[in-house]
């Protein structure tokens, strides 16, 4: 099995205001806050730790069957080369991470090893094939100009 | 408050974070947020935030939890009013 998420950070900026009171109180442990208060880029840090969480869940949330918003259960630690590990109740999931100017894209596996093995694609808009499902992405995430797949 | 009155209230909370015209028009108990309201999940966080503003009450971690649909959001609005009201 396995996750992916897309960010779009230009449509983040605008969707979401995390500074918003209590807003990273509701989705990060107090080790995540701190990452994003002492961050040079906080808004960076907000979304890399967003998708690490969003990509962790599709894996879990499959596995278990268990549909739920719990998104302060799934921990996060990041280390080198934005590879990280995101824990939650017993299971643990291995994520390695893209951060760019527009956007943040982070894949996820059960297995630390099955992460050199994903092939993923990241299409923006208007270029979307219209056909992707055929393909049989293992997961699909779509948010504003763009749409990624993994296999 | 009753039931017709909270999910009113909550219509009005849920409206800018969706632009799905023809759900939001037919919201009632069974709408799921996600799947009908195509609502963003880092959104989700301000539904929750929102509803805490408007009608005063604290939501718990395990409370938010359920919040993927109107049903769920409504009955543990319901919930907090009432233990609220019991203080």
């Known amino acids: 099995m396995l996750g992916n998420d897309i960010v779009d950070l230009n449509l983040a900026k605008i969707q979401s205001n995390w500074r918003r009171k209590n807003y990273l109180d509701k989705i990060f442990t107090a080790e995540e806050q701190l990452l994003i208060t002492s961050a040079k880029a906080p808004d960076e840090m907000v979304w890399l730790l967003w998708s690490m969480k969003e990509s962790a869940y599709k894996i879990h949330n499959r596995k278990t069957g268990i549909r739920n918003f719990a998104p302060k259960s799934l921990s996060c630690t990041i280390h080198a080369n934005t590879y990280g590990v995101v824990s939650i109740h017993n299971c643990q999931y291995f994520t390695q991470s893209n951060v760019q100017s527009a956007f943040i894209h982070t894949i996820a596996a059960p297995f630390y090893d099955k992460l050199e093995e994903i092939k993923f694609d990241i299409y923006a808009l208007p270029d979307h094939p219209v056909d992707y499902k055929s393909t049989q992405p293992g997961c699909v995430s779509h948010h504003g100009q763009y749409l990624a797949l993994v296999y | ?87």
Do not use: R
């Not at chain 2, 947020?33 to 989700?44: C, G, H, P, R, T």
């Not at chain 2, 929750?48 to 959001?73: G, P, Q, R, Y």
């Open chain 2, 1 to 87: 408050m009753n039931k017709e009155e909270i999910i009113e209230a909550l219509k009005t909370i849920i409206e800018p974070y969706s632009e799905e015209v023809t759900a939001l028009a037919h919201i009632d108990e069974n709408t799921d947020f996600i799947n009908d309201l195509k609502i963003n999940s880092a959104n989700l966080v301000d539904i929750v935030l929102d509803v805490e503003e408007k009608f005063n009450i604290e939501i718990d971690n395990d409370s938010m939890a359920k919040m993927l649909t109107v049903k769920a959001t409504v009955e543990i609005i319901a919930q907090k009013l009432e233990a609220h009201a019991g203080q």
